[in-house]
């Protein structure tokens, strides 16, 4: 097995848990949980499959979970993988290729989404590719919600894909809005960003216009419509949270 280490973030992750180790363990026999206090069979199936758990609190920022995940990694690489997501095995080759050269660089992962049963080509669903390997000590991570690494090493895509199985019904949605919403506008209260209605309504109305239009989401059929629709409601609270915070600091 090659030296790096699988970080995966948890809570309350017993119906992924078990798949997605497994999956980690085609590259490497270390897989880092960090578990944030989940209340189900979560921590007990990792352990029992091989991972190392460790712990931290939730407080409203992903960012923090991925960067006590680094303190850890014991090997010289980390790769990063949600609980619903898979490596494929071009991937997983990809993946000790390029930990195998030990050069200073940061590796990006083509991912495709499949979310209430479909599989996205585009709008806000399609393919994206996303940074996730990097040198342990070269990475760090920002922004408590839709967080990002802050790496300087030279980017490479990888070959192969990660399959990303998102939203399996409305009710996991709702709950991944709710919580994503409040997270952005507390954090963008803080930053000291401000807005208005309109431009809650602006900023709602070109979202929707970029996915449907502009990243062709309407040829994703209904669905596509659909989550373009979402996203225009998603910008839209996330803006008047923020509205609301901004009232009640007056």
């Not at 010289?76 to 071009?90: F, G, I, Q, T």
């Not at 996991?172 to 952005?184: A, G, N």
């Amino acid at each position: 097995m090659v030296n790096v280490s699988v970080v995966i973030l948890t809570k309350n992750e017993e119906a992924n848990i078990v798949d997605v180790i497994e999956n980690a363990k085609q590259v490497t026999s270390h897989v880092l949980i960090v578990d944030s206090g989940s209340t189900d069979k979560t921590v007990d199936l990792a352990e029992a499959h091989g991972a190392k758990v460790v712990y931290r609190a939730w407080d409203n920022d992903f960012a923090a979970q991925r960067n006590f995940a680094l303190e850890h990694v014991t090997t010289e690489w980390v790769l990063y993988l949600d609980a619903d997501e898979r490596l494929n095995k071009e991937l997983c080759k990809s993946v000790e290729r390029a930990v195998a050269t030990s050069v200073d660089k940061q590796y990006v992962i083509k991912r495709k989404s499949v979310a209430f049963g479909k599989e996205f080509n585009y709008g806000v669903l399609k393919p994206d590719f996303v940074p996730r390997l990097f040198k342990e000590s070269h990475v760090q991570w920002v922004n408590k919600v839709h967080e990002r690494p802050e790496c300087g090493d030279e980017k490479v895509v990888l070959d192969g894909f990660i399959k990303h199985y998102t939203y399996s019904g409305w009710s996991q949605w709702l709950k991944k809005f709710e919580q994503y919403t409040t997270i952005w506008a507390e954090d963008a209260y803080l930053r000291g960003k401000r807005t208005s209605l309109s431009t809650a309504f602006g900023h709602a109305f070109f979202a929707f216009i970029q996915m449907i239009i502009l990243k062709k989401g309407i040829l994703d059929g209904g669905m596509g419509l659909v989550m373009s629709c979402n996203h225009f409601f998603y910008t839209l609270i996330k803006y008047l949270k923020l509205l609301e915070l901004q009232r009640k600091g007056e």
